[in-house]
């Protein structure tokens, strides 16, 4: 059963605490990307990568750093820098050949 | 000025009405515009997807480009309550080829 699973569904953060949030695919797809939606806001680019062992910056890539060692997984972390990290966290991934992006099932963040 | 503006509604209509979304662009160079279906804390789901400019029918969901106005349309026929949703319209291609641009989403809620 093909697609992108994002895990945890809901995380909790700590104030200095790092966390960091997974995104596995099994679509065979080259690019990945992160975004965060934010209540009325629409969806903000963080990082993305088109191939393994590079990634760009995003629009508000500011307190969170990716690694890409592997196609299927492109991890998050949040960053005690991110000082508004509570929002909802959307990966995505695509091919090559279009640009139809595919989105998983999201982590809502929260702060303690 | 935003590359993609969306009225973020909220829209409410009753149950077989025609529903008509829209979005603005700023970017001439796009060339790919989608429209994408969004339930309550899930993860936008692809609706429809266009290159370049046109119509698309897919059901009761037709998705119109206007490259000379820069302006897209979703319309929906027939509208159901299982239709209640934010609708998020993305643009890309051109010099932006591996990134999309968001629209701020529309709300959409179908009474019976």
């Known amino acids: 059963d093909g697609g992108i699973t994002q895990s945890p569904k809901y995380l909790f953060r700590k104030e200095g605490q790092n966390v960091t949030l997974s995104c596995e695919q099994n679509?065979?797809?080259?690019?990945m990307y992160w975004y965060r939606q934010d209540p009325g806001q629409g969806l903000r680019l963080i990082y993305y990568?088109?191939?393994?062992?590079?990634?760009q910056k995003g629009d508000i890539a500011e307190g969170y750093s990716v690694s890409r060692e592997k196609k299927e997984s492109f991890p998050l972390t949040v960053t005690s820098a991110q000082k508004n990290p509570t929002a909802f966290y959307l990966c995505?991934?695509?091919?090559?050949?279009?640009?139809?992006?595919?989105f998983g099932s999201g982590t809502q963040l929260s702060v303690l | 000025q935003k590359e993609v503006e969306q009225d973020p509604g909220p829209l409410s209509v009753p149950e077989g009405a025609i529903v008509s979304l829209n979005c603005t662009y700023s970017n001439s160079a796009f060339q790919y515009f989608m429209w994408y279906r969004q339930y309550s804390r899930k993860g936008p789901e692809l609706l429809m997807y266009?290159?370049?400019?046109g119509n698309k029918e897919d059901g009761r969901f037709t998705a119109q480009v206007d490259k000379s106005s820069k302006y897209i349309s979703l319309f929906i026929r027939d509208s159901q309550p299982s239709d209640s949703a934010t609708y998020l319209c993305?643009?890309?291609?051109?010099?932006?080829?591996?990134?999309?641009?968001f629209g701020r989403g529309t709300q959409l809620t179908v009474w019976p």
């Open positions: 993305a643009l890309g291609g051109g010099s932006t080829l591996g990134r999309l641009y």
């Open positions: 995505a991934s695509k091919t090559g050949d279009n640009e139809k992006l595919f």
């Open positions: 266009t290159y370049s400019s």
């Open positions: 679509l065979n797809h080259d690019a």
């Open positions: 990568s088109q191939i393994v062992n590079d990634f």
